[in-house]
């Protein structure tokens, strides 16, 4: 007898222009049952999400193959609002709840109950009246059935971080006719209580007969509650399993995989242990957004390249941030032995570190401004340079701007107009080049790259990752790289930590094996570590 | 064809049609036999009479803080300025210098107006730091009140003078001062010559250029360069290590002081101080300028604003007497000039969005 599904995708594909981000993708989920979707950032999740929500964002970018069916019937969504008329429910990562308003009313906007009154029979049903009996009355039962014991009439804005999380829940619950319901990370903002709590909600909810599909990093909680599991690496699945034949070892593995592509050949490890520290951290907290670091001790060593990996939303991208300023930070660091001051602004700079930032429209180039403008913008207002002295002002050289910018072309291969041309006009591969081209002119003691291939072509990340093992070996400068692709760090790094849950996890050698990368990043402790 | 198309969205759909009703309107003027040259000096004066007060918008965009509407404030300061001149005229502190001290007199009473104006443009750039994303408006009305508040000053300021105070009074200051017996139009006259009817106001127009040049050497220094980074990508700024806050102050003192020395300018070409609620609109009609020349609300150069005052000030020069030539209604110039400054302080405020070329 075939077995009924309360969903199947069947050999989904989905291209963004020429770039495939899924690939022949199938998953079938029964009623009841935990499903567990695995895979690193950019593996396809939210894209097979985005397809099974009817996104416009799919049908804008041209579509999908495949086909996904739900109880047994082909659908095609055109909105969201089709996929949750068809009894898809999401449990969103960020909460999706108005702050003003009650418990009660955050669960039904938008499916208010009503009653006719005397003008809405003339008028309409726009007219009618709030059933507020009922509507609190069905809160109070989904609130109930996943064990939250709170006053339904509560205003949302004030919660805790986790009961908002379960309003959320009981609001897609207390969808009638709801039969899928997809929790995107649900635990990432959740103390360990919390998430316990939410883990035994989840397993409620499936014994009703609703089937779950559970995004997550945490591989502890896929073995907790997923009945079965998909691996998703470069929108291609990996592997599907019932979780009972797999351990977290397994998974690991399969969730990092082992990346053929050598983006930079060296013969040799030539990493030499030296003694000078070039960066030493202590006790490091970094308030950023979405980005927090806590508590992070590191020492880098001088003409080392420090590969710092992890997951999006980890804290990897919250230590350069932390060091340049970007974000209040607390705790010691030391550049070759001297303090820096978080409360002086541009301190890091002032002490020989250049950073190459992740968000390089953001933060990392005047769009407006020319190439030769923003090469030496730094070094200007940093370190004087580029500029001639008229005893009342400073004005810049535009002569040695121009002659160090068409240096700088010419060496990292800016493909441009002219040293004239404006940034924003770029290609994101040589927006990033001159992003490298400003921190170089600095002249940096220490340089840190915080994802200096992301969204760029192969040619131009070879270029990239090339040129700093170049600096590294051959000028001695010490490079601290910041990535959320393994495979790179793992191509050129000497040492690589990777950041979960704000500390680091473990540092690891290049060649370790996947296993252990899998572990990091998902926060199993490991006891091997390479110093 | 395309690339006639590109040429006009660079070049800007309004500033072609002002463009082409500026020169229509000479056309106008010509065809109905006005004396063309003294039209077109006329032209030359008023652009060289409103250009400092426009070039004060560059370092208020640059900086971040958008169209400083509020240039009111360093209007008033430069105002203040030459009233106290006029106070140490009454005091004989002139007396000793050649030709009256006229010359003497505008200059000190650009020095005072860059300090005074400066003073209070600090005060205003720190208020602009706390109220970051809603600079327009908060400055459009800063700009009303510290008009408001300078009237109180204006009735109880201690002068003692007959030019400035009300004579039957003998107190408080008059709504109009006439500059005949202090600077009037020693810009102007200053290397002046004529060619027909047509007077070229050499002194004040140098003085424009000078102003123009000096703001395009500071936005080539270090530091001017670090003011436009802040203004144009505050993280950016940031990253490098610049004090964001600091450089909008920078650019809105600048900005401020701008203000006030172009209402010197303005008021000696003029012949007259106007005090009271004359300067409340003065902030748009400047903002309307520079946007006409092309500028953005987040992007001015020095260009920006040579065209701009010529195309504004230029067409309204026009207007007037060839309106009144062709419909002898009393007001209709003034409808035009207030029609077209609000509607492109409007057509800009919407394309916000946009940077400009």
């Not at chain 1, 009660?104 to 809405?120: C, F, Q």
């Not at chain 1, 997550?216 to 907790?224: A, I």
């Not at chain 2, 908060?138 to 300078?150: M, Q, R």
Request: charged residues 20%.
């Amino acid at each position: 007898m075939e077995e009924t599904y309360a969903l199947r995708m069947e050999h989904v594909s989905k291209n963004y222009g020429d770039n495939a981000v899924l690939k022949d993708v199938s998953l079938s989920v029964k009623p009841g049952e935990i499903y567990a979707l695995i895979g690193e950032n950019g593996a396809g999740k939210s894209t097979l999400m985005n397809i099974l929500f009817g996104m416009s964002v799919i049908r804008d970018t041209g579509g999908f193959d495949g086909k996904v069916i739900i109880d047994g019937v082909e659908a095609r969504f055109n909105s969201p609002n089709d996929a949750m008329a068809a009894g898809i429910g999401m449990v969103h990562q960020e909460f999706m709840l108005i702050p003003g308003f009650t418990i009660t009313e955050n669960i039904k906007v938008g499916r208010e109950d009503t009653i006719p009154t005397l003008a809405s029979r003339i008028f309409g049903k726009s007219l009618e009246k709030l059933d507020n009996k009922k509507m609190n009355a069905d809160a109070r039962k989904a609130l109930d059935s996943i064990g939250m014991d709170i006053d339904q009439h509560v205003r949302v804005a004030g919660l805790p971080v986790g009961y908002m999380q379960f309003v959320e829940i009981a609001r897609e619950i207390d969808k009638e006719n709801i039969k899928l319901l997809v929790f995107d990370e649900p635990t990432a903002v959740l103390t360990e209580s919390e998430a316990k709590g939410l883990l035994s909600v989840m397993r409620s909810i499936a014994k009703r007969g609703i089937a779950i599909i559970f995004i997550t990093h945490r591989l502890s909680e896929v073995m907790d509650v997923a009945d079965r599991m998909t691996v998703l690496r470069d929108g291609e699945v990996v592997a599907s399993k019932n979780i009972i034949d797999t351990d977290i070892p397994e998974i690991a593995e399969l969730m990092v995989g082992r990346r053929i592509e050598k983006l930079v050949d060296e013969n040799e490890t030539h990493y030499t242990h030296s003694d000078e520290i070039a960066l030493k951290i202590r006790d490091f907290q970094v308030d950023m957004p979405g980005e927090t670091v806590n508590h992070i001790d590191l020492d880098i060593h001088k003409g080392e390249i420090f590969g710092i990996g992890g997951l999006a939303g980890q804290g990897k991208v919250g230590i350069p941030n932390g060091i340049m300023g970007m974000f209040p930070a607390y705790g010691e660091v030391e550049i070759f032995g001297e303090k820096l001051q978080f409360s002086k602004l541009g301190d890091a700079l002032h002490k020989g570190v250049a950073c190459v930032s992740e968000d390089r429209r953001g933060v990392g180039l005047l769009l407006d401004e020319s190439i030769e403008n923003n090469i030496i913008f730094n070094a200007m207002t940093i370190k004087r340079e580029y500029l001639t002295g008229l005893g009342f002002a400073h004005l810049v050289n535009a002569k040695k701007v121009r002659a160090f910018a068409k240096e700088m072309i010419k060496t990292l291969d800016i493909r441009c107009t002219g040293p004239q041309q404006r940034v924003g006009s770029l290609s994101g591969g040589n927006q990033q080049k001159v992003c490298l081209a400003s921190a170089l002119a600095l002249n940096p003691r220490l340089l840190i790259v915080s994802e200096p291939t992301r969204g760029i072509d192969i040619g131009a990340k070879k270029l990239i990752l090339e040129h700093l093992v170049d600096l590294c070996r051959n000028h001695g400068l010490t490079i601290i790289m910041v990535s959320s692709e393994l495979g790179e760090l793992r191509s050129i790094c000497d040492r690589i930590a990777i950041v979960a849950g704000g500390e680091i996890s473990s540092i690891l050698a290049p060649d370790a094996p996947d296993v252990e990368f899998g572990l990091a990043m998902s926060a199993a402790r490991v006891s091997q570590e390479v110093s | 064809m395309e690339r006639m198309t590109k040429a006009v969205k660079n070049f800007g759909l309004p500033r072609i049609i002002i463009i082409a009703f500026f020169l229509s309107l000479l056309v106008a003027a010509a065809v109905t036999g006005m004396d063309m040259a003294a039209l077109l000096g006329d032209v030359v004066r008023r652009w060289a009479m409103y250009g400092i007060l426009v070039l004060a918008m560059v370092p208020s965009i640059q900086c971040g803080i958008g169209p400083n509407f509020g240039v009111t404030i360093g209007i008033v300061g430069g105002l203040l300025a030459a009233l106290i001149t006029i106070e140490m005229r009454f005091y004989g502190f002139f007396d000793s210098f050649a030709n009256g001290g006229a010359m003497m007199q505008v200059c000190i009473a650009i020095l005072l107006a860059l300090i005074l104006s400066s003073i209070l443009g600090i005060l205003y750039g720190m208020l602009l730091n706390r109220v970051k994303g809603s600079e327009m408006t908060v400055s459009t009305y800063v700009g009303f009140s510290i008009v408001a508040l300078f009237n109180i000053l204006w009735l109880m300021l201690p002068f003692k003078n007959g030019t400035s105070i009300w004579p039957l009074a003998g107190e408080g200051m008059r709504t109009t001062i006439n500059l005949e017996a202090d600077f009037a139009s020693v810009f102007n006259n200053l290397l002046a010559f004529k060619i027909g009817n047509f007077e070229m106001p050499t002194g004040l127009l140098l003085l424009f250029f000078l102003a123009c040049f000096f703001v395009w050497l500071f936005t080539k220094s270090r530091t001017g360069m670090m003011m436009s980074a802040a203004g144009a990508n505050p993280n950016f700024a940031k990253a490098a290590g610049i004090n964001v806050n600091k450089m909008r102050i920078l650019g809105t003192t600048i900005s401020t002081a701008l203000g006030g020395v172009g209402i010197i300018c303005y008021a000696q070409s003029f012949g007259f101080l106007q005090l009271y609620n004359a300067p409340q609109m003065m902030g748009f009609a400047c903002v309307a300028s520079v946007l006409i020349g092309g500028a953005s609300i987040s992007k001015a150069r020095i260009v920006h604003v040579l065209l701009g005052t010529l195309l504004f000030h230029g067409m309204l020069a026009v207007a007037l007497p060839v309106a009144n030539n062709i419909l002898p209604e009393g007001n209709l110039s003034e409808i035009l000039r207030i029609i077209i400054s609000n509607g492109i302080i409007l057509y800009a405020l919407s394309k916000a969005k946009e940077a400009g070329k």
